[in-house]
């Protein structure tokens, strides 16, 4: 306790109370702590927006109110990221306001993106024509896919689904029209979806691809979409228009050039190491760069080559492929994996802008994804279907995210921890690198 009387004199500090602050490094952050400042680099973003329950307006969990409140859901800002240093990388969280200014627009622009959507998206919107039947078949262990209920041992499908070969019908139910049934109901479409539409590539459903005039850079069309769930069911469907260089058209270049591999690993583990992963899309950071081939390299725990596994997943990687690249993976909790370089890509994010091929090739992919989305929803003739032709959802602010994603950043909050991972709540910004 601090006691102060007439006898003390009381003086402004002139200085900043930052250097008061604990600046800590990633690696140094063991339990939760409070008034911390951590600097370093924006990774991953993986969100900008948050559902929040209309009712007590806490955050919604899988599309589901923590405190059983049923009825419906606001966004709000809040972006939830990875900040990584020399030591290490730690989840972030920023607030509505701080998220604003991270992403260099005024708080009432961004809720001007939120609610006046002015994107190439569209949404579906999901009626049942009547009470939808969930067929449940048994399965000893999940198959890839479909919907699996492990605690019964359970595969669930739509009636109009086709069931996997060679599994007993158990029975069937009809599916309440309430947000708990709606949600189960977008579970199992997302997994229909999935087996009924385009490949997915890095996270996305793939139309077409192009050659550009760019060495090793190729075009990319296809879409990505989301499930809403509030009174009806809201397929939001967001065409995509993007240009990759594999890492392995990149080596291949810089070796024709002269690159030492030694210089080559130096820019891969440094400077150029932010990759996006086949086929989920996941991020990861270049670590090491090893040579070996992809016919050589044996996967820990599963007895086959690099070029075996990824031949089993339907894509050919060559048996002769080096080097072979170690990555860590940010979504899986920082897990190091060995990948081929043609699985492995660095995004070209300025190659066309808002030129006239990008908006033809946009409105292109637009027509074609709405043609395939609807005719494998109607396929199922479970749904009244109604198009709408702006999309739900954040675009607009995912475009802005993924701008800043590189950035340098140093940022002041605390460390709390979230089951048995540590969170960085960021609370003020200290400097960006805009």
Same mark, same amino acid.
């Given at each position: 306790?601090?006691?102060?009387?007439?006898?003390?004199?009381?003086?402004?500090?002139?200085?900043?109370?930052?250097?008061?602050?604990?600046?800590?490094?990633?690696?140094?952050?063991?339990?939760?702590?409070?008034?911390?400042?951590?600097?370093?680099?924006?990774?991953?973003?993986?969100?900008?927006?948050?559902?929040?329950?209309?009712?007590?307006?806490?955050?919604?969990?899988?599309?589901?109110?923590?405190?059983?409140?049923?009825?419906?859901?606001?966004?709000?800002?809040?972006?939830?990221?990875?900040?990584?240093?020399?030591?290490?990388?730690?989840?972030?969280?920023?607030?509505?306001?701080?998220?604003?200014?991270?992403?260099?627009?005024?708080?009432?622009?961004?809720?001007?993106?939120?609610?006046?959507?002015?994107?190439?998206?569209?949404?579906?919107?999901?009626? @049942?024509?009547?009470?939808?039947?969930?067929?449940?078949?048994?399965?000893?262990?999940?198959?890839?896919?479909?919907?699996?209920?492990?605690?019964?041992?359970?595969?669930?499908?739509?009636?109009?689904?086709?069931? @996997?070969?060679?599994?007993?019908?158990?029975?069937?139910?009809?599916?309440?029209?309430?947000?708990?049934?709606?949600?189960?109901?977008?579970?199992?479409?997302?997994?229909?979806?999935?087996?009924?539409?385009?490949?997915?590539?890095?996270?996305?459903?793939?139309?077409?691809?192009?050659?550009?005039?760019?060495?090793?850079?190729?075009?990319?069309?296809?879409?990505?979409?989301? /499930?809403?769930?509030?009174?009806?069911?809201?397929?939001?469907?967001?065409?995509?228009?993007?240009?990759?260089?594999?890492?392995?058209?990149?080596?291949?270049?810089?070796?024709?050039?002269?690159?030492?591999?030694?210089?080559?690993?130096?820019?891969?583990?440094?400077?150029?190491?932010?990759?996006?992963?086949?086929?989920?899309?996941?991020?990861?950071?270049?670590?090491?760069?090893? @040579? =070996?081939?992809?016919?050589?390299?044996?996967?820990?725990?599963?007895?086959?080559?690099?070029?075996?596994?990824?031949?089993?997943?339907?894509?050919?990687?060559?048996?002769?492929?080096?080097?072979?690249?170690?990555?860590?993976?940010?979504?899986?909790?920082?897990?190091?994996? =060995?990948?081929?370089?043609?699985?492995?890509?660095?995004?070209?994010?300025?190659?066309?802008?808002?030129? @006239?091929?990008?908006?033809?090739?946009?409105?292109?992919?637009?027509?074609?994804?709405?043609?395939?989305?609807?005719?494998?929803?109607?396929?199922?003739?479970?749904?009244?279907?109604?198009? =709408?032709?702006?999309?739900?959802?954040?675009?607009?602010?995912?475009?802005?995210?993924?701008?800043?994603?590189?950035?340098?950043?140093?940022?002041?909050?605390?460390?709390?921890?979230?089951?048995?991972?540590? =969170?960085?709540?960021?609370?003020?910004? /200290?400097?960006?690198?805009?």
């Amino acid at each position: 306790m601090l006691l102060i009387d007439k006898n003390n004199r009381v003086y402004p500090l002139e200085e900043k109370l930052d250097k008061y602050i604990f600046h800590a490094r990633i690696k140094d952050l063991k339990d939760p702590v409070s008034g911390v400042i951590l600097s370093g680099r924006i990774a991953k973003v993986f969100n900008v927006l948050v559902k929040k329950c209309k009712t007590c307006n806490g955050i919604l969990i899988d599309n589901k109110c923590l405190n059983g409140h049923s009825d419906g859901f606001y966004y709000d800002l809040r972006m939830s990221f990875i900040l990584e240093d020399d030591t290490g990388a730690v989840k972030c969280v920023a607030p509505r306001e701080l998220t604003a200014k991270l992403l260099g627009i005024p708080l009432s622009t961004a809720y001007d993106l939120i609610y006046e959507k002015d994107s190439q998206g569209f949404s579906i919107i999901l009626t @049942p024509k009547s009470g939808v039947r969930v067929d449940y078949y048994r399965s000893g262990e999940r198959i890839e896919g479909y919907f699996y209920d492990e605690a019964k041992g359970l595969v669930a499908i739509l009636e109009k689904d086709h069931a @996997p070969e060679g599994l007993d019908f158990i029975g069937y139910e009809y599916v309440k029209n309430d947000f708990v049934g709606r949600a189960f109901l977008a579970d199992l479409l997302q997994y229909y979806l999935d087996r009924n539409l385009p490949r997915r590539f890095l996270g996305f459903y793939l139309v077409e691809t192009y050659s550009t005039s760019l060495q090793g850079v190729d075009l990319y069309m296809g879409f990505s979409l989301d /499930i809403e769930v509030d009174e009806n069911l809201k397929v939001n469907v967001y065409p995509l228009v993007k240009a990759f260089q594999s890492v392995k058209n990149y080596i291949n270049y810089c070796r024709i050039h002269g690159i030492s591999i030694k210089a080559l690993k130096n820019t891969l583990t440094k400077y150029k190491n932010l990759v996006y992963l086949a086929p989920r899309g996941y991020l990861g950071k270049i670590i090491d760069v090893l @040579p =070996v081939r992809a016919g050589e390299y044996i996967i820990e725990g599963k007895n086959v080559n690099l070029s075996e596994y990824w031949k089993s997943k339907g894509i050919e990687v060559g048996e002769n492929e080096k080097p072979l690249l170690k990555v860590k993976i940010y979504e899986l909790g920082g897990i190091e994996l =060995v990948y081929p370089p043609s699985q492995c890509f660095f995004e070209v994010s300025s190659l066309y802008g808002e030129s @006239p091929a990008y908006k033809y090739s946009i409105n292109k992919v637009k027509k074609e994804s709405l043609h395939l989305v609807r005719k494998a929803i109607e396929k199922l003739r479970v749904f009244n279907v109604e198009v =709408v032709d702006r999309a739900s959802g954040e675009p607009a602010l995912e475009k802005l995210a993924s701008g800043i994603v590189g950035r340098e950043v140093s940022l002041e909050g605390d460390v709390l921890r979230y089951g048995d991972r540590l =969170v960085f709540l960021a609370r003020r910004l /200290i400097d960006y690198e805009y």
